[in-house]
């Protein structure tokens, strides 16, 4: 299950939003457009993704999240595909986005974070972890792949074949093994709610139980609501526009596309360390450390010449690359268990997604206006910070409101 889960992940949104950087320069070429109007195709298809995420989740919990995967699945590789015969007409490039919005709800987190959630409690960290090493490995395979489609066939064709590849890889192995759940043995029970180590100790009559609406109003909920957006910004605004960073600074477009498989290697090895970590230590405290290595890491982004120094801040934001799409999931099932969990996933993937917009939106309006990225490194790496202490702060799940299941 996890591995065809892994392998979706990375053929839906989670790993193709990697190739979007390589096609900056390609449709500035041929189109003429500025980086501020490219961007806008990731804020838009943001927002649609953040007003309908919830509406997703909920769809999935409702009707199964393998049904909605799939269908979300064929409307992001035909999205995909259709941007190799765009005509320059910058409303046609932004209708796609807005399709590419719930099309990419479906292939994310949502929905195949509930499913390893269903399947797992006692390693339930480290299963997540698993899943969001396809953030990493999209990284590592996406980019070169694409490059090699873009030098060797062009960027129409570049799309069109990447459209196919996500229509088959991540439509075929979901439809034939991925499952639900295991059954009646996924009725959640009292450990999957809490922390693994409160699990053992907490007896189901001691469970503080809340409703959906003192949930949406709880400390812990409107907190991790805030670190989604910083976390959005934090990721979405740079990863978006770090190729270009990159060829900025000097480096060829294939130099800048192996230091981004960098980072998703870097990225993997960090996943399988979290995971570890989150089912033996407090998720809150294991999150604001990845908080902390990611500021640290877009800070040296914004500073560090080619060599040594930039090549460590690569390493260091991409081994904090999963604190959205590896721990949010996590958090979402510990602090508020699993009953509603597609729902309230699904608002906290919006915060994030509504970050991610203005962030590389803001990226880009900055660099066409100062020609440089440094000033939006520098705010993202202290958003980046100041998330890390928000999350440090929360309380711990058992003193948290959970929803009855």
């Not at 999240?65 to 765009?86: D, E, H, M, N, P």
């Not at 953030?135 to 060797?152: C, E, M």
Request: positive net charge; glycine residues 12%; contains cysteine.
């Amino acid at each position: 299950m996890v591995a065809v889960a892994l392998l979706g992940y990375v053929m839906g949104a989670a790993g193709m939003f990697f190739a979007f950087g390589l096609f900056f320069k390609p449709l500035d070429s041929a189109f003429h457009w500025s980086r501020e109007a490219i961007s806008g195709f990731t804020s838009i298809a943001g927002v649609v993704y953040a007003l309908t995420s919830p509406f997703v989740g909920r769809l999935a919990d409702r009707f199964g999240r393998k049904r909605v995967i799939l269908c979300s699945t064929v409307l992001y590789a035909a999205v995909f595909a259709a941007q190799g015969f765009l005509t320059g007409r910058i409303w046609q490039f932004y209708a796609l986005a807005a399709l590419m919005g719930p099309a990419a709800a479906g292939t994310s987190a949502l929905t195949y974070g509930k499913i390893i959630s269903t399947w797992f409690d006692r390693s339930r960290g480290m299963a997540l972890s698993i899943l969001a090493c396809g953030a990493g490995l999209g990284s590592v395979v996406i980019p070169p792949f694409t490059q090699f489609l873009i030098g060797h066939y062009g960027w129409r064709a570049a799309y069109l074949l990447l459209g196919v590849c996500t229509l088959t890889l991540g439509t075929i192995p979901v439809a034939l093994i991925l499952q639900d759940g295991p059954g009646a043995k996924a009725t959640s029970t009292a450990s999957s709610t809490l922390e693994p180590r409160e699990a053992r100790s907490v007896r189901p009559g001691n469970l503080p139980v809340a409703s959906k609406s003192q949930i949406l109003t709880s400390y812990p909920f409107l907190t991790l609501l805030a670190v989604s957006a910083m976390i959005g910004i934090t990721y979405v605004g740079v990863l978006t526009h770090l190729v270009p960073l990159l060829t900025d600074r000097g480096l060829t477009a294939e130099q800048a596309a192996r230091l981004v498989s960098l980072l998703g290697g870097a990225a993997i090895a960090g996943h399988l360390l979290i995971g570890v970590c989150l089912d033996r230590f407090p998720a809150a405290r294991v999150t604001a450390l990845m908080l902390t290595l990611s500021g640290i890491g877009v800070a040296g982004i914004g500073v560090a010449r080619p060599g040594v120094a930039l090549t460590l801040a690569v390493i260091f934001l991409g081994a904090a690359l999963g604190a959205d799409n590896g721990v949010m999931p996590y958090l979402v099932g510990r602090y508020f268990g699993l009953a509603s969990y597609g729902e309230f996933l699904g608002y906290f993937m919006a915060a994030g997604t509504l970050g991610a917009a203005g962030g590389a939106l803001l990226m880009g309006r900055v660099f066409d206006r100062y020609h440089s990225y440094l000033l939006m490194t520098n705010l993202i790496a202290a958003a980046s910070l100041v998330a890390a202490l928000l999350v440090y702060l929360l309380p711990r799940p058992t003193e948290a409101c959970k929803q009855s299941e």
